[in-house]
Nanobody
Framework: EVQLQASGGGLVQPGGSLRLSCAAS????????MAWFRQAPGKEREFVSA????????YYADSVKGRFTISRDNAKNTLYLQMNSLKPEDTAVYYC????????????????WGRGTQVTVSS
């Protein structure tokens, strides 16, 4: 059974940092692209970042480029998202997802989702 468990969210002040983790199991993690999406209240789920199976290629939404860093540890079957210089508009539930076929920027390409972790940026 495929399982993705995101963790690391919380409440942080503007300008602060958080590191999200996504523990994967039930499939060969090292052979698949992975991604982070987020969903704010009243908004559609949106692409945040993605990474190739080996970690050599990374992709970011313009809104997070230069502030967020995606990485993976294939030995630990874990995906990460380091988030720095957080802004109130980053407030959302963050989901990790396994990328199936199609564009990694598109939520419809995700074939398995984790449960999500809440990130709140507020003073």
């Amino acid at each position: 059974e495929v399982q993705l468990q995101a963790s690391g969210g919380g409440l942080v002040q503007p300008g602060g940092s958080l590191r999200l983790s996504c523990a994967a199991s039930g499939f060969t993690f090292s052979r698949l692209r992975m991604a982070w999406f987020r969903q704010a209240p009243g908004k559609e789920r949106e692409f945040v970042s993605a990474i190739s199976w080996g970690g050599s290629s990374t992709y970011y939404a313009d809104s997070v480029k230069g502030r967020f860093t995606i990485s993976r540890d294939n030995a630990k079957n874990t995906l990460y998202l380091q988030m720095n210089s957080l802004k109130p508009e980053d407030t959302a539930v963050y989901y990790c997802g396994r990328v199936g076929s199609g564009s990694l920027y598109n939520a419809d390409s995700i074939d398995y989702w984790g449960r999500g972790t809440q990130v709140t940026v507020s003073s």
